[in-house]
């Protein structure tokens, strides 16, 4: 077909001819990529078990879970055997919850799957005649989205009613109503599940932490432990177990951090000395020869961490290494002196500061940790108003001692506030930056737009199927996932320069931000710019549009259509490609090198055996965005595709987040499961907007009574998460009283009889006692100072307080 034909078909066409063959190139090039990647995973998992067991290796809770086998596959139904309770016990609350919004999903998915196929395609191939399933990929001639089914006539959009019988569209109200009803049913059900699971596994525990509130807006003439105790325990609801009011720790806090970059560098200077000769190659030798005589980790490691740690040479006779320091007016002059003697002097009169710094007196700040007795005491208190004054002595969960971000406990509340409407700002500015660089993106999907753009471009296209299907489906898929993927770690940043007093929360906060910029710069701007073929006539166009509410139905339902083979795309992209190289880890695998070549001293080494991290805030947004994807084109025939290709999806994006969750990567346990209720409104959110674009097509068609009754629905939504905020939140945020100390609830062991060890790094232990367990106190007033990690001459084997 010609340029010029092309230019001028209609967009049923373009759908017709094009996008047949796009979604089978999509196909097998995911397949590829997808195979490719899982394959070399099950080839290397037994070889690089540093890297790809590392949680097992490295984590008490996870030291109990099964064993996998080496072979090349054997470890699948071993990691799909594991229950729900096994990876609550191993990897807690906060990553059951995520595999919930898995299972949820598949749940949700296979219902509107299966009414799809067998209700929806064939009703609508009785009464408009088109092909019962039709498929893209076989070549058969496409339900063309929403214009086939509805014929929409963009000319006259007030027009709708061609076909003799349009009864058949009751059929979509009946669906609508039945697939918001699954969801809701569902989503009820899920987590009335995590609530009984979390109030019980919460409820029967007795940790620091369950028993501690922080307490914030202390007025200046309360800020003392003395006066905070008295005051808890005036009100009646029990007794003060230890006070620890926050100060201006600044002062001692940078010292630390200059101690450890002194530290850092003491190590540097030694391990020029002794020479460093160490090498990855020498490594593995001398770690596969240690490996029979029981001295070193299981065969195969990248690095073993005993290698890590002693990674240095043996002495050698070499001039001691030098550091240049500046001295005199402006520091004109510059002399050389023994870099050893002079970071061992300069950490010695550090630690004489911090010494002295821990004795001392710092000026109190309006935030404290108050731990009660019982608890039972500690959420009677932070589920009470505590004072009758606006904004003071505010009573919340703590986080766990370890979760603390210590730094920003003595942040003025003004100081939080101008950051966070700093940051708030700076978001809106990259959100109109963000809508302006999304624009080239979805021009790529159309090839109207890349002909007046480039014009020899677009003839070259046409000449060339595959290429031409490469540029405007896999480019526009693959630039929208790198988006999608590189601007988070900016929006982490963002969340961590808040001023937020816990990891926990910067977590949830990172889940926000990144949801919204891919909810609405990647879904809701995109889809804007994509019904466009190009801005002036978008702009021009606007003002219209805006004034008719037909209109405005129109530009959505039409949005909608066109877009719809774009998301199964990209659907396709993200659960056959991309999803497989997340088992790879590719980006800790290919900076690895760099980080082994910068790597110096046993510190870098060992730090270098630490198991990745797993950011909720990472990949929950984007997981989220396309079960929204699914909820609104649940309905229309067409949609059967990415309904099919979203099961794909979160099956395979539940089962590799299994494995990381439990043997691959680290996460905190900090949140007990408090994303599930942003995860919950994100699904009513896409519940409302499915509602809405039914509304319209349904309305455009000129079915105005269909339309119209699909109101109540959307005002029962709209209420549901009202109800939803009263009823079920608070006992995701709470330990119900009735459900302390108590077993009815669920069928789980105590802390003191249960098999599974919990990581106590991360601050829920139940060991209480102040030698001991966890405290809430700002660990550079109390932790061993961190001793030298280099084997001296004539000493043993490298000091270090931990590992």
């Known amino acids: 077909?010609?340029?010029?034909?092309?230019?001028?078909?209609?967009?049923?066409?373009?759908?017709?001819?094009?996008?047949?063959?796009?979604?089978?190139?999509?196909?097998?090039?995911?397949?590829?990529?997808?195979?490719?990647?899982?394959?070399?995973?099950?080839?290397?998992?037994?070889?690089?078990?540093?890297?790809?067991?590392?949680?097992?290796?490295?984590?008490d809770a996870a030291s109990r879970l099964p064993d996998l086998p080496k072979t090349l596959f054997g470890w699948i139904p071993v990691l799909y055997k594991i229950s729900q309770e096994e990876v609550l016990a191993s990897a807690g609350l906060d990553a059951y919850a995520f595999l919930s919004f898995f299972r949820y999903a598949i749940k949700y998915l296979s219902v509107t799957l299966f009414f799809s196929l067998s209700v929806i395609l064939p009703v609508n191939y009785q009464f408009t005649g088109q092909p019962l399933f039709p498929n893209p990929i076989n070549g058969t001639e496409p339900d063309n989205g929403i214009d086939s089914v509805f014929e929409i006539d963009p000319k006259k959009p007030k027009k709708g009613v061609i076909e003799k019988d349009n009864s058949y569209l009751w059929m979509y109200t009946v669906f609508v109503y039945f697939f918001s009803s699954v969801a809701i049913y569902l989503l009820i059900q899920e987590t009335k599940n995590i609530i009984r699971i979390r109030q019980a596994y919460l409820g029967t525990q007795a940790t620091i932490t369950d028993r501690t509130l922080r307490l914030s807006g202390i007025p200046s003439e309360m800020r003392s432990e003395d006066a905070i105790k008295y005051f808890v325990e005036d009100l009646g609801i029990g007794k003060v177990d230890s006070v620890m009011l926050c100060r201006n720790w600044q002062t001692l806090d940078d010292l630390m951090s200059r101690r450890m970059r002194c530290l850092r560098k003491l190590e540097e200077s030694w391990t020029v000395y002794l020479g460093h000769h160490h090498s990855l190659r020498h490594s593995r030798v001398r770690h596969q020869q240690r490996d029979r005589s029981g001295d070193a980790e299981e065969y195969g490691a990248l690095l073993s961490r005993s290698e890590m740690e002693h990674a240095h040479v043996m002495p050698a006779d070499r001039p001691?290494?030098?550091?240049?320091?500046?001295?005199?007016?402006?520091?004109?002059?510059?002399?050389?002196?023994?870099?050893?003697?002079?970071?061992?002097?300069?950490?010695?009169?550090?630690?004489?500061r911090i010494h002295a710094l821990r004795t001392a007196d710092f000026k109190p700040t309006p935030l404290a940790f108050v731990t009660m007795e019982s608890t039972a005491a500690c959420q009677m208190a932070i589920q009470a108003i505590l004072d009758p004054k606006p904004g003071q002595l505010l009573a919340s969960p703590a986080p766990p001692?370890?979760?603390?971000?210590?730094?920003?406990?003595?942040?003025?509340?003004?100081?939080?506030?101008?950051?966070?409407?700093?940051?708030?700002?700076?978001?809106?500015?990259?959100?109109?930056?963000?809508?302006?660089?999304?624009?080239?993106?979805?021009?790529?999907?159309?090839?109207?737009?890349?002909?007046?753009v480039l014009p020899g471009l677009a003839a070259a296209l046409e000449e060339h199927e595959i290429i031409r299907s490469l540029v405007q489906t896999g480019l526009p898929t693959l630039l929208f996932s790198l988006l999608a993927l590189a601007v988070p770690y900016l929006y982490d940043w963002l969340s961590n320069q808040q001023g937020m007093t816990s990891q926990g929360d910067v977590e949830l906060s990172v889940i926000s931000k990144n949801f919204f910029f891919t909810f609405f710069n990647l879904f809701i701007v995109f889809t804007i710019w994509g019904s466009a073929t190009n801005f002036y006539e978008f702009w021009q166009g606007l003002r219209d549009i805006l004034r008719d509410t037909a209109g405005i139905a129109y530009a959505v339902a039409k949005a909608l259509e066109q877009l719809s083979p774009f998301y199964v795309n990209l659907i396709i992209l993200q659960g056959l490609g991309l999803f497989p190289f997340r088992l790879l880890e590719v980006g800790s695998v290919a900076l690895y090198p760099f980080y082994l070549i910068g790597a110096k001293t046993p510190r870098d080494y060992a730090e270098l055996a630490r198991p990745p991290i797993f950011s909720y805030g990472f990949y929950l947004p984007q997981t989220m965005l396309i079960f929204i994807i699914c909820i609104v084109y649940s309905v229309l025939p067409s949609s059967w595709l990415i309904t099919l290709f979203g099961l794909v999806y979160f099956c395979i994006g539940g089962f590799i987040h299994k494995y990381q969750l439990l043997y691959a990567m680290e996460h905190r346990q900090h949140s007990t499961g408090q994303a599930w209720p942003m995860i919950c409104n994100r699904i009513i959110t896409g519940l409302v907007l499915f509602q809405l674009a039914m509304t319209a097509t349904l309305a455009l068609r000129g079915a105005l009574t269909a339309s119209l009754v699909l109101a109540p629905i959307l005002v029962i939504t709209i209420w549901?998460?009202?109800?939803?905020?009263?009823?079920?939140?608070?006992?995701?945020?709470?330990?119900?009283?009735?459900?302390?100390?108590?077993?009815?609830?669920?069928d789980l062991p105590t802390p003191s009889e249960t098999p599974w060890d919990r990581d106590t790094d991360y601050g829920r232990t139940v060991d209480t006692d102040p030698n001991t367990g966890l405290r809430y106190i700002n660990p550079h007033l109390v932790q061993p100072l961190e001793t030298l990690w280099i084997r001296k001459p004539g000493h043993g084997r490298p000091q270090s307080d931990q590992v």
């Not at 066409?13 to 997808?34: A, C, T, W, Y």
């Not at 549901?720 to 009815?744: E, G, H």
């Open 720 to 746: 549901f998460t009202v109800y939803f905020q009263r009823t079920y939140v608070p006992l995701m945020k709470f330990i119900a009283l009735r459900s302390i100390d108590r077993q009815s609830f669920l």
């Open 1 to 59: 077909m010609s340029l010029h034909a092309l230019k001028d078909a209609s967009w049923n066409d373009q759908f017709k001819d094009v996008n047949q063959r796009n979604i089978k190139v999509q196909i097998f090039i995911s397949v590829g990529l997808g195979l490719s990647a899982f394959l070399s995973f099950c080839v290397l998992r037994p070889k690089w078990t540093s890297l790809y067991h590392a949680r097992k290796k490295q984590s």
């Open 320 to 352: 001691r290494p030098t550091v240049s320091l500046r001295y005199g007016p402006l520091n004109m002059y510059r002399k050389k002196i023994d870099s050893i003697d002079h970071y061992e002097e300069k950490l010695r009169m550090l630690d004489e």
């Open 401 to 452: 001692p370890a979760d603390v971000v210590w730094k920003n406990t003595y942040l003025s509340r003004n100081h939080r506030m101008i950051r966070s409407w700093a940051i708030m700002i700076f978001i809106g500015l990259l959100t109109i930056f963000w809508a302006a660089a999304v624009a080239p993106l979805a021009g790529l999907l159309s090839i109207e737009v890349i002909d007046k």
